[in-house]
């Protein structure tokens, strides 16, 4: 079956570390996959978005890889702040459907 | 520019009643999405439209949810009638092109007791 994974915990880490966040699919074959960032109550927030040909995308404290051969993709948020504290999902586009993963939420404590 | 608007925020209905939710998109948006997303699960795609076709509609429980989107632009969906298990919070979406970020709405809570 088709299947988006994301780690299904939270994340707790502490402010100024790196967040590094997992994504893992199966039975896709995507050609691009994107990130995008949840605050309760409110929809969803676009990031990043990435290319099959590419390996690396990288927006100021934000980067994501894209292994199509291990079908993950890594979200890295770098010098964390409580204020990057919400949850984030990964979704890719499969037959010209947006399908999302099962979010990981991350917090950042002082 | 405006974003994408969605009407009601909130709503609670007694179950076996029926409900509608209202989506604006980003003026412009060929695409159009309607999420279900139950609390502390990622967004399920319901239905998808390019312009006023049908992309997807795989995961909507046709016997009992329904959407339509109006000319290209405005767009709804239906619950009739409602169950408790249709508690959720749906989310509305919109973009420009094939690959383009998506766009959301803040989504309608819908209680049903």
């Known amino acids: 079956s088709q299947k988006i994974e994301q780690n299904s915990e939270a994340l707790n880490i502490q402010e100024g570390k790196t967040a590094t966040l997992t994504c893992n699919y199966t039975?896709?074959?995507?050609?691009?996959l994107q990130w995008y960032r949840q605050d309760p109550g409110r929809g969803p927030v676009f990031l990043l978005l990435i290319r099959e040909n590419e390996k690396e995308k990288r927006k100021e404290r934000l980067k994501v890889t894209f292994d199509t051969t291990l079908k993950q993709s890594l979200f890295h948020i770098t010098a964390s702040q409580p204020a990057d504290s919400a949850t984030y999902l990964c979704?890719?586009?499969?037959?010209?459907?947006?399908?999302f993963g099962t979010g990981t939420r991350l917090q950042v404590f002082p | 520019e405006a974003g994408v608007a969605q009407s009601p925020r909130y709503k609670i209905i007694e179950k076996r009643q029926s409900v509608a939710f209202w989506c604006n998109p980003i003026?412009?948006?060929?695409?159009l999405y309607w999420y279900q997303q139950i609390l502390g699960q990622g967004p399920k795609l319901l239905i998808q439209f390019q312009n006023n076709g049908v992309v997807d509609d795989s995961q909507l429980p046709k016997d009992r949810f329904s959407a339509e989107r109006l000319k290209g632009v405005d767009s709804t969906l239906k619950i009739q009638p409602a169950k408790l298990e249709d508690s959720a919070v749906y989310l509305c979406a919109s973009s420009s092109y094939r690959e383009g970020k998506a766009f959301f709405g803040q989504g309608t809570r819908l209680t049903v007791v």
């Open positions: 039975n896709y074959s995507p050609a691009y």
């Open positions: 979704a890719l586009v499969d037959t010209d459907k947006l399908i």
């Open positions: 003026s412009g948006h060929a695409t």
